[in-house]
């Protein structure tokens, strides 16, 4: 019953925020638990490298935690201004505060992109809603959440962990949620008159390698997209394994190894192109 007060007042006070209502005095905020605050933080791989944004940062654990234990660089952007005083003072308190930043700022007009890693721990209609920008992100970035998932883009890697001191729910246990930011791979490539479609759903691609006037067929081949990586499935026909290089609209996508019937066309470099054909 609890649960459900806390999760349906965390539910109205984002939706308040998702229109334009402001925070309240009694902002409900549930924390996440420690442990799965490292879980979360070691599921992305975080390390000295990395700035960490916590989109509804609470009292600050994720980032302070991100910074003390793993060295990242972060920002914790909240609109409860009580709680951003209290994030600055335990990040004082911590002695990290030269590398944590607590905004108080609404999380649906924060700029994502210095971001190489962001966690939350919202409502799934609130994922749901900052899908679109997080899935434009550069490619290879992390997000972890806590709990929600984000509908039909699935995620890398999910763990549940037991979590007895768990604040709210009867089963005490927590799931957290991997998603790597795919590069935008769907539509047309070319390398001289050598056409490769490529049909991308989230992490998901099927391409199509097509040499223009050759007697031979297409070769087929399906897989994932990890970052800037593409590599076919341990079943697929053809095996093959392709690379990104630079920007998705004017990079190249370096067709690094292909085997089978189309091994001739490995080394070969692709430019998007934004025609019928090649
Ligand atoms: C479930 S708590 C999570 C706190 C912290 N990230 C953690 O995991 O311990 C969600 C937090 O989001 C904050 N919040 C809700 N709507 C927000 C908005 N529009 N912009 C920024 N923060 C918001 C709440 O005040 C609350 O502290």
Known sequence: MAATRALAACALLLGGAVGHAPAQDDVPFITTPDRV???????????????????GSGDGRIVITAAKRFGASGLGVE?????????????????????????????????????????????PEVNLRLRPRLLALAPGTRIVSHDWDMGDWRPDRTLTLDVPDKAIGREKTSQVHLWVVPARLHGLWCAGDVALEVTQRFQRFSATLQPRG????????????????????????????LRLDGPADSGTLQLVQMGGAAASHAGRSFRRVHAAAC
């Open 37 to 55: 605050t490292v879980a979360m933080l070691e599921l992305a791989g975080v390390t000295a490298r990395d700035h960490v944004l916590d989109l």
């Open 79 to 123: 609109i409860v201004p009580e709680l951003v005083a209290k994030s600055r003072a335990h990040a004082r308190a911590a002695g990290v505060e030269a590398r944590v930043e607590f905004r108080e700022q609404d999380l649906f007009t924060t700029d994502l992109a210095r971001a190489t890693v962001v966690t939350m721990y919202l409502l």
């Open 214 to 241: 050759a007697p031979a067929p297409a070769v087929v081949f399906d897989g994932r997209i990890d970052g800037t990586q593409m590599t076919t499935d341990a079943g697929s026909a053809a095996q093959a394994r």
